[in-house]
């Protein structure tokens, strides 16, 4: 249906990044989960006579708590629906969600991964021209090497304005440093920060959604090693209730709500790689 003057969204960035939840482990709460981590000794001398050299394996777990828990209510009164061609309600939920989950979930995501501790990070530069982000991402693509950071999955996050600069430079240069990246995603500013706020959909925070933290940096580019970080939606529930079922007015409900984790394995912390505006 042509008739709703829709709002141009693009789909989620970070899709890509979701983690297999069948990999990791229910805690003993119900909002946590338990990620083993092992230990292991080195190599020793190896004597002809006595043999090895006893080593040692300590298996520990680390407990994460689930971050994430969003959630909203609409009503659409069944008139309006019906004088609507059945737009208002029957386009609210697939406009919200592109419109409203999608950009907080990536810009939450990206906040989140952005922030922790421990992550490989550049000098804060405003870049104005391709060769210099190119030179970037050279440094990028060496100190996770540097690292011992796995070639796979290694995924590029950069601004459209600056993957415009980069497009502009000579193809073969381009190609030979993008194509290091499984992929290369562009990410719009207004979800690419160092740090975001959750409104809380109440008083003075009526309209909800997210907003540019007090402390933030516009982020110029992330690389994003895939298996460095746990992002899993453990629970995404849209709920319809139709007018007939509701016993307080007649309307159509709309309730939307998501509970999830986004967080950086503790071990893996220079998976990640940050490059912020000065």
């Known amino acids: 249906m042509g008739l709703l003057d829709e709002v141009y969204q693009q789909a989620a960035k970070t899709a890509v990044l979701e983690s297999d939840s069948l990999l990791v482990q229910q805690g003993a709460n119900a909002n946590e989960l338990v990620i083993p ?17 006893t080593g040692d394996v300590k298996l520990t777990h680390e407990t994460v708590q689930f971050n994430y828990e969003r959630g909203r209510m609409f009503s659409v009164d069944s008139m309006d629906n019906e004088e609507t061609a059945g737009v208002a309600f029957g386009k609210l939920s697939g ?51 540097e690292a011992e950071v796995a070639e796979e999955d290694r995924y590029l996050f950069i601004t459209p304005t600056l993957m415009d600069l980069v497009d502009g430079v000579d193809t073969t240069t381009s190609k030979e440093i993008l194509n290091r990246f499984a992929d290369v995603i562009c990410v719009p500013q207004s979800r690419f920060y160092t740090q975001v706020t959750l409104k809380s959909g109440t008083s003075e925070e009526a309209a909800g959604g997210y907003a540019k933290g007090d402390e933030a940096k516009d982020i110029n580019f992330m690389i994003i090693h895939k298996p460095a970080v746990l992002q899993i939606t453990k629970h995404q ?42």
């Open 37 to 53: 981590k092992m230990e292991l000794s080195g190599l020793g001398d190896y004597d002809r006579a006595s043999g090895y050299v």
């Open 95 to 145: 406009e919200f969600i592109r419109t409203k989950v999608v950009p907080e979930l990536d810009a939450v995501r990206f906040a989140q991964y952005a922030s922790a501790t421990g992550i490989l990070t550049a000098t804060a530069e405003t870049f104005s021209a391709g060769k210099d982000i190119l030179d970037a991402l050279r440094e990028a693509k060496a100190a996770m090497d």
């Open 237 to 278: 529930a849209p709920k319809v209730i139709l007018p007939e079922a509701n016993p307080d007015a007649d309307a159509y409900k709309f309730g939307y709500r998501i509970y999830g984790l986004n967080t950086v394995y503790e071990n893996k912390q220079k998976g990640i790689y940050l490059s912020t505006k000065a």
